[in-house]
Each structure stands twice: as C-alpha cells, then as structure tokens.
C-alpha cells in the first residue's frame, strides 16, 4: 500500500526491507534537495519529459547522495530513449520492491566503500563521478548518440555536468580515464570533429577554391565526335534536343555522336569555371572552415571499469593532496569526510541538529615560509587550544590552514558563538606571537540537515571563507 | 685510283656543255635551286637592307602593346604531358609578357598528369586545369581550353616547349603592326639536337624549312602552317572558327580557315620556342608520315576549294596551296622520275653524275644554311650544326622523300589518316565519314 511521504504525488513505497523507496508522480512538487533521504526513486513516465527532467537533475548534481541514488523508471510502455536507458538503473512495469532491493543494497554497499576526498584538490571531478557512477552499479558506461550533443555522442552521465556543448572536456575526461585505464575502452564508432572547437555539427561542402563560394552549379562537357567542338551541356541545349553550336548538327546517340568526357563546375553569378572543388567541412558551432583532412579524428568507446578504475573510484589519486597532519585530537580530513557522513545519516533519523565550524587562518605561502619552523609551532599551539576547548564530542580535523570541526546535537547560534570565541582566541594568540605579520582569521559555520550531501557541505564552508 | 677519279670528277664540269649540265641535273638547276635558294636569299638581302624599317614597326608594335597590355590566354592541351609541365611553367613564369592566363587540358591521360596538373593549379602555377576522363583528341582539348579563355588572343603551345624570355611578347607584336593579322606563327628550334644524330638533322632542317622557309612564305604572302607548338591567334576569329578540327594537321588546317576568312598569317622568327624533336629515325618517320598524310587529306581534299575561281576565291591562297602542293606532293612524285632519268641517260657515268648531284646538293646547303645564320638570334650556337650538312642531302633527298612518297600513296589509296591512333578512331570515324 502506498503512503503518502511529502506530497500528495511523492509517495512511500511499502516494502519488507524498511528502505525509503519513494514513486515520483508530479514531478513539480518533486524537490531534489530531498533526493538524499531516500534509498531508491522510481520515476513514473507517464509525463515522459518531466520524468526525463527529473532524471537529468539527480544524475546531473554534484552531490554523491543524489546522483548515486538508484533510479528506476516505471513504465508499461517499452522506453527506447538511449538516454534514459543509461541513466536509470532500470525500467520497471510495477511496483515490486524486491526486484529492486538486491539492486539498492549493492549500490548502498559499494558507496560505503567510496571514501570522501578534498574537492578542492587538482583532480578530475567528472571522472571521479563517472568512475564512482559505474562502480556503484557495476556499468559499462555505454556512449549515445545525440544530435543535440556537439559531437553527436555523449556519455549522459558525464555530459549531465559538463553540458552538451562542452566537447573539449568530455572528450579530456574520456581520454583521461582510458589512458589511465580506470576504463577498458571497446570501439564503437569514429567521429570525425571540428579542428578548432571538436563539434561534430560540420557541414561538408564543395567550394570553388580561388573564391571560397559554395554557390555552384555543375555541368557535364559534351565532346562532339564530327567537329571536335566541346563544351558545357547547356551550349548544347536547343529544346529537348541537342545541337551542337560549331556545326549545328544534331547528336542523337551518346558513343556514337558525342560523349560526355568530364564534369565542369559554375560558381553562379561569375564567369569562373573549374573542375576540382575543395571540400570543407564547416563547423556550425564555430564557423571555422576545416580542410576534410585536418578534421580531429575521435573513437567513441564503450567504456568498461577496470580494476585500476575501481581504485580510482573508492579514493581518487590525487585527492589526499593536501597534507593532512594529524595532531593530537584530530583526525585526517577523508576521516573527518566520512564521519561529517554519518553525521548527516544519524541527523536523518534523529530530530536534533548538527553544525560545523571552519577557521581558516589567512597564511599565504611567502608568510609560511617567512615563519619557518614557527609557523608549525603555532598551528600546534592553534590546535591544542581548540582541543581542549571544545566538547570531547566534537570531532576536530585539519587540512593546511583550515581548522573543520563538528558539533554534533549542536544548533547552529550555539554553534556560531563557540567558534567565535576560538577564532578570537586564535586572533589574540597570533598578535602576541607574530607580531611581525598580519594574519588574518576567518571562521563560517553550518546547519547540518537531513538534506546535506557531506562534500556539498565540506565545499559550501571553504567557498563561504574564500569570499570572505 | 682515287687520284684518277678526282680528275675525271673536276674534268666533268669542263667537259659538258652547260645544257648538257642543265639537261642531267635539270631537277636541281630548274626546280630547286630558285626555290630555295634564290628565294632564300632575295628575302635574307631584303630583311638585312630593311632592317630599320623592320625595328621601327616592331618599336610602334611594342608600344602599342604595352599601351594595351591585353591579357592573353595561353593553352596548353595534350595527353600525358605532366612531366613537362613543372618546365613548361617555369618557362612561362620567366617571360616579359605576364598578363596571361594558362589553361592546361589533360585529354585524358593515363600517368600522373592530373596529379601534377591539379598540383600546380592549387599552387597558382596554372589558372585553370581541365581533365577530359575520356580521350577526345587534340582539337576538341584544344577546343576545350578555347571555351574557357578569357584573353584576347590566345597562344596555343605543346606542353614540351620552352620559351625565349621575350618570346610571347614578340608573337604578339604582330597582331599590333595594323595589317589585319588573325595568326602569328612562333619560330620552332629543336632543344634536343645534341641528343642524337636524327635530332641534330632536324635541328637543321627545322632552322632551313621554319626559320628561313617561314621567313620566305610570310613575305610572299603564301604562309600557311603555324605549328602547334607555338602559335598566336585572335580570340574573336578563332571562336567564330568553332575553334580547331580533328587531325592529324589540325594546326594547317587552323591557318587555312583563317587565310579563308581574309586574315593575313605572320612568322615571327623572333618568338622563339624550342621543342624536343625525335631521337631515333623509326619515331621520326612516323610522326613525318602522320604529317605527309595530311597534307593530302586538308591540302587536297578538304579545302579543295580553295582552287576553284569563286565568290571566295583568294590568289594568295590559291598560290600559298599551289606552291605547297607542287614543291611537296608533285615534285615530290617528279623526283623519282628524275632519277630514274639521271640512271637510264647517264648509265655509264653513274659514279659520277651520282656523287656530283650530291656534292651540288651539299653546295646549296651549305650556301642556304649560311643565309639562315646570318638572321638567326642565336648563329654562334648553331654554327657547329655545319659539321653535319653533309649529311643533310641524304637526309632531305632520300629519306625524307621516302617517307613523303609513302605518306602520299597511304593517304591517296588507303585514306590511312583516318586510321591514325593519334587521333581516337570515335572521332576519325566521324571525320572520315564528313569528308573532313
């Protein structure tokens, strides 16, 4: 029996495995946001393009919580849209729950393997979501063809958030991950793209190449046997008949009066004439004129994960890039990632609100290294405070000269005046200590809600202090 | 012995009469010798007397031109001319006449001359390049070329011929002299004649019957070939013509249709071409055979009524083909009969009257190739060409009357122009049964 959840159109799904399976109806009242607190969406396709929308903006977010969630689609009706097929994780014609629960578990399984990782770190985000997409559901990451996409082929996961016009980046990502071979790439087919910006909208044409025009005409020379005379069809052309304008004589039989030795093209409007036309391909999206030979040759690949790929999806290369020194009563930043994870999952069944803090310190690398040695001495100093100022439930980390800690079961004004008071406890710390530079301190704080996605968060307080 | 024939060589000369002299070798002393040495040399006397006048017409002509500066379509046709092509523009490029356009017709080639031609279109060596997939002949690729021009004159060259810097420029001062010229005939030289002793004989030949017989022909009026591989026309006259008809000797029957129209023809022996002429006398003699033949096919048979008195009727051009016909096809004919007159009168002094003939003919040549050199541009090069005279007399008395008399018969009995592999037999078909 169904039981109404948020709206009137978004509703619970009872099943035997107490998992949040939600049925979205009206997908105007659907609110993504809320995507998180649910283990599995089923899409009704009975408005078929608001539930290809809707499709698009969970797979499409940033957030792991919402693109990762298993999505099917319910339909009686059979669903050829390519697109579709590649984004949900199925199609199903009822309700039954325990077709899908198997499914659910192992992509809940799989993402507790996915460890948190610094967003900020110089890796390639996208493929990262591509990675952990096909290894949440064990995926052959099938490309479709799209003639809204530049290049005709689009891989929906990837081009959900890099845009359909965005060839450059997707054909990076791909080359990237096969070259990394994080994917096994299988051939499917070759395109062929546009030299200066990789579209494949080109329009290929023939060109007059003195004068660039592609307004031409073509016509067929005449050769005629009796008098040598030769020339286009049209000084031919008498009516229905053809006469020859040297001799007058008619030509009835092609091999045997006349033949037709070669082609000549017209650029209309002009006096030229000429045989061989350039081929060009021109770029719609650019304009740019591109010779058929220097067109950028590109195979599109099924792409299938690897076990180097799994790797790659679990805990990105790259991401741990920021040093992460462990003090007393800190843990390492992805540790931190993972309990800020939890967190959010205890505040979804709980009805009490979390925060977490962020004091950054304003140290730019010539400061650093002016410092020396003393700078570290004074983060120590900086984290022994907030050590023992804060509640031995509060869960500390640093990364650089971020200081991230979380106040569980703690509300948001509570939250802001601890981390005020630390901040200027720190500020008054660094006037006595180095008197010689400026340091500034910034400090944000945030709700933490059942709809949070841990990584959103983590981004939200660094990109609040940036701004600062 | 050789002492004793020596005497009774030189004793022949004073012991015959004159007449009887005249009577052996009446061949050489009426027919010959005016021809083409007292012609040669009137005209050499009168070019060398009138020199001023000349450079002041060519001055006027050279004004008038630059004033103009027409632009001029320059057509190449042929078929599997690629290799000479990348020379042949460099040729071009270095001319003092630049404003022409070069159309090249590949009439359908089997090597890599489209490759090259296409090559040096895209490189802006050529202006426009035209490929018939299909043989069609040298007339309708010349014709092909001539649909496309542009110029007010058009200059018809062999891919294989190479210019003098001013060469272009001098055959189109012609058309400036005021004197209702449509043609202007180029002077061919043979580039190749140290290749071999046949080149070296045609070099010869060439300077005796192009540079010094065109000289004579266009002072009396009687010109009637501009070859193929160098020649200017007015565009206007040759589109009104239809252009060129089918061959083999398209390029006389072009001068012919312009004589036919009232238009003067003019040899300019200063536009200089050089051509590569063959290296072996089994190619010689079929390209002198295809030649031989159609004189008879446009000579005779197809402009035949250039002898009939009519409305039409020209003296110049009934001369120009009277002079043609005598001194090629019926003297031709006539010379075997005087040497079967020289050998049934002159039986027992064969072994002198024999090497007498010879030893008058290498005199003329001799006398006759001095003439040419004393108008040629370029006599210090060619004054080596005087080793090889001696040979010359069998050269034009024995071989090349063979092959004529050979070309006459198959031409006369067996029409075997028509059969020409030069020409696609599609198109000898339809000629032949148009009597053209």
Redesign the interface.
């Known amino acids: 029996m169904d039981q109404v959840q948020d709206s009137v159109t978004i509703k619970r799904i009872e099943n035997d495995y107490d998992k949040e399976i939600v049925l979205v109806s009206d997908y105007d009242n659907f609110d993504i946001k809320k995507v998180p607190l649910y283990d599995a969406l089923i899409l009704d396709f009975t408005e078929r393009d608001k539930c290809l929308k809707a499709i698009r903006d969970v797979r499409g977010s940033g957030i792991e919580s919402i693109y990762l969630i298993p999505l099917f689609v319910l339909s009686i009706a059979e669903i050829k849209n390519q697109e579709i097929i590649e984004l949900a994780d199925g199609v199903i014609n009822n309700i039954q729950t325990d077709s899908i629960n198997t499914f659910v578990e192992n992509v809940k399984s799989k993402r507790r393997q996915l460890k948190p990782f610094n967003m900020n770190a110089e890796i390639n985000k996208n493929l990262v979501k591509m990675l952990r997409y096909s290894y949440s559901r064990d995926k052959l990451m099938k490309p479709v063809k799209d003639r809204h996409h530049i290049i005709g082929y689009k891989y929906p996961i990837l081009s959900l958030s890099l845009g359909d016009d965005n060839a450059r980046m997707q054909i990076q990502t791909v080359h990237e991950a096969v070259e990394k071979e994080y994917f096994k790439a299988e051939y499917v087919d070759r395109l062929h793209l546009c030299g200066n910006c990789s579209s494949g909208f080109l329009n290929y044409k023939e060109l007059d190449p003195e004068t660039n025009s592609s307004h031409l005409e073509t016509e067929n020379l005449i050769h005629h046997f009796t008098c040598a005379y030769i020339g286009p069809e049209s000084d031919f052309v008498r009516g229905d008949q053809y006469i020859c304008p040297k001799c007058n004589k008619t030509l009835r039989h092609i091999g045997v009066d006349y033949d037709k030795p070669s082609v000549m093209y017209h650029v209309v409007g002009s006096d030229r004439y000429f045989q061989e036309p350039v081929m060009k391909a021109e770029c719609m999206s650019c304009g740019h004129q591109n010779e058929v030979e220097g067109l950028q040759q590109y195979d599109v690949y099924n792409l299938a994960l690897t076990e180097e790929g799994v790797e790659e999806a679990i805990q990105p290369k790259g991401s741990q890039s920021v040093q992460d020194v462990v003090y007393s009563g800190f843990i390492t930043y992805s540790t931190f990632g993972t309990f800020l994870r939890y967190e959010i999952e205890r505040v979804k069944t709980s009805s009490r609100n979390s925060s977490i803090g962020l004091i950054r310190l304003n140290v730019t690398s010539k400061i650093e290294s002016e410092l020396g040695t003393r700078y570290g001495k004074i983060i120590e100093e900086i984290s022994s405070f907030i050590s023992n100022n804060t509640d031995s439930s509060c869960i500390l980390s640093r990364s650089m000269h971020s200081f991230f800690i979380l106040f569980p079961d703690t509300p948001l004004e509570k939250c802001q005046m601890k981390i005020e008071k630390i901040k200027s406890a720190i500020t008054e710390l660094l006037k006595n200590n180095v008197k010689d530079q400026n340091i500034n301190v910034h400090s944000t704080v945030r709700e933490i809600t059942p709809t949070s996605e841990y990584q959103t968060v983590l981004n939200d307080l660094r990109a609040s202090i940036l701004n600062d | 012995m050789f002492v004793d024939y020596w005497e009774y060589f030189v004793n022949y000369w004073f012991e015959k009469s004159y007449l009887e002299i005249i009577r052996t070798f009446w061949y050489f002393f009426i027919l010959e010798l005016p021809r083409f040495l007292l012609f040669d040399f009137i005209i050499v006397i009168s070019v060398i007397l009138n020199r001023q006048n000349l450079k002041t017409r060519y001055q006027k002509a050279r004004k008038l031109l630059w004033a103009e500066m027409p632009l001029i379509s320059v057509i190449v046709p042929g078929k599997n001319e690629g290799k000479h092509l990348y020379k042949l523009v460099n040729s071009l490029k270095e001319q003092t006449y630049f404003n022409y356009e070069l159309i090249v017709v590949d009439d ?1 080639s089997d090597d890599e001359t489209p490759l090259i031609g ?1 090559d040096l ?2 490189n802006g060596y050529i202006d ?10 040298k ?3 010349a ?2 070329a001539l ?2 021009t ?1 110029g007010k004159y058009i200059v018809h060259l062999d891919a294989d011929t190479s210019f003098d810097r001013d060469s272009i420029e001098n055959i189109l001062l012609p058309f400036f002299f005021g004197e209702n010229i449509g043609a202007v005939g180029g002077n061919i030289k043979v580039r190749n004649a140290e290749d071999s002793f046949c080149s070296t004989l045609q070099a010869i030949e060439y300077l005796n019957t192009i540079s010094m017989g065109r000289i004579v022909s266009t002072e009396l009026g009687i010109y009637r070939i501009i070859s193929g591989a160098f020649g200017a026309f007015r565009t206007d006259v040759i589109k009104r013509l ?5 061959g083999p000797g398209l390029d006389g029957d072009i001068t012919v249709k312009f004589r036919k129209l009232g238009y003067k023809i003019h040899f300019e022996p200063k536009a200089v071409g050089l051509t590569n002429a063959p290296t072996n006398f089994p190619t010689l003699s079929k390209q002198r055979l295809r030649w031989s033949k159609s004189l008879i096919r446009f000579r005779i048979r197809k402009h035949s009524d250039i002898y009939i008195p009519g409305k039409n009727f020209n003296l110049l051009n009934f001369i120009s083909f009277v002079e043609n016909v005598t001194y090629d096809v019926i003297l031709n004919f006539l010379w075997w009969f005087y040497i079967l007159d020289i050998v049934i009168n002159n039986m027992r002094m064969l072994a002198i009257v024999i090497p007498l003939k010879v030893f008058m003919y290498m005199i003329m040549d001799f006398v006759q190739f001095t003439l040419i050199l004393m108008i040629s541009e370029r006599w210090k090069k060619e004054l080596k060409l005087y080793l090889y005279l001696p040979a010359m007399v069998f050269y034009n008395s024995y071989y090349m009357r063979f092959i004529r008399t050979m070309a006459y018969f198959k031409e006369i009995f067996w029409f075997s122009s028509y059969k020409d592999p030069w020409n696609p037999a ?2 000898s ?3 032949f049964r ?1 009597k ?1």
């Open positions: 359908g296409r279109e895209k426009k390049f035209v490929r018939n997939d299909v043989r069609g002949g007339a309708s690729a014709n092909l649909r496309y542009k239809g252009g060129w008809d089918i599609k198109t078909i339809k000629a148009n053209l």
